[in-house]
């Protein structure tokens, strides 16, 4: 249901505040460039730093500002399943084509834990749903037998696979039946998983360069593996740069260098060193993203 290049969207502040403005315009630069979704609210969005009010808001925002272009998927996950099914259910009256709700966090719950935990959502709301599965920030990997069985669930469409293991995901793939959209969460893997048969990526690295990895992706699926490698070692260095430090924050410094967001996050985020900035400016540079 879900495939293609779809980026994971900062949340711009302004003075500590959410800046509209500067998302819409955001929301504007991804469509024209060819992104083929919208992630609000997700691990790029700060969304653990929003407030209940905050997040509503931002994927209100997204929805207005998209009208049906391309797919909104709102982050809507929890470490408690009540909370992640209000706002779910928030998403989906507020019209988000689907939901990415991520592994619950700190608590660190059994594989039937996290199969209940989904199901619940599911079975509550009637809004397409893909787990996000980050072992490195949820201190629990969602297994490809459990996957699995979610997908066998009718509004569970797809993954946000950002285990790290390519074997992992191919696990995935091969145990999910062809129509379970399998999408890569970390950037670098985009080109390999569409190899083994996944559907596309759910993208950091689109928030500054979305019409080469929407290019990669659309290469690919023309047979055009020699253009989609070429965009793959064009963009390694940036996506390097882009993980110098916490996820989101190089991202937002790098579109702040781009003249496009306030270079602000939230606290306990907190901006770049001066040493990476260097680094990640010069990278910038070095793909045209600035002069």
Do not use: W
Not at 69 to 85: D, Q
Not at 223 to 231: I, M, P, Y
């Amino acid at each position: 249901m879900f495939k293609g290049a779809i980026v994971a969207i900062v949340t711009p502040f302004k003075n500590g505040e959410i800046d509209e403005q500067a998302f819409r315009d955001l929301i504007e630069f991804q469509i024209e460039q060819g992104t083929d979704g919208i992630v609000p609210c997700g691990t790029t969005g700060e969304s653990a730093t929003l407030s209940h009010q905050e997040h509503d808001r931002v994927i209100e925002i997204t929805i207005d500002a998209v009208k049906k272009r391309v797919p909104v998927i709102a982050g809507t996950g929890s470490n408690s399943t009540a909370e992640a099914l209000r706002l779910t259910k928030h998403a989906y009256e507020a019209g988000a084509d689907g939901a990415l709700v991520v592994c619950p966090y700190y608590n660190r719950p059994t594989q039937e834990g996290l199969y209940q935990h989904y199901k619940m959502l599911a079975e509550n709301v009637s809004i397409p749903i893909i787990p996000y599965n980050i072992p490195s920030r949820t201190g629990v990997n969602l297994l490809p037998e459990t996957v699995a069985r979610l997908a066998k669930i009718s509004n569970i469409v797809g993954i946000k696979e950002a285990s790290g293991s390519l074997k992992q995901m191919n696990d995935v793939i091969r145990l999910c039946d062809s129509s379970f959209s399998v999408l890569s969460g970390d950037d670098f893997f985009t080109l390999s998983l569409l190899t083994l048969g996944g559907k596309g990526v759910i993208s950091v690295i689109s928030n500054v360069a979305p019409a080469d990895m929407a290019g990669l992706v659309d290469a690919y699926e023309a047979g055009d593996l020699e253009k989609s490698r070429a965009l793959h070692d064009k963009m390694v260095p940036l996506i390097d740069a882009l993980f110098i430090e916490t996820n989101p924050t190089p991202v937002k410094a790098a579109l702040a260098m781009m003249g496009k967001i306030h270079d602000d996050v939230r606290l306990p985020l907190y901006r770049m060193s001066e040493a990476n900035q260097g680094k990640l400016k010069q990278v910038m540079q070095n793909y045209g993203l600035i002069s």
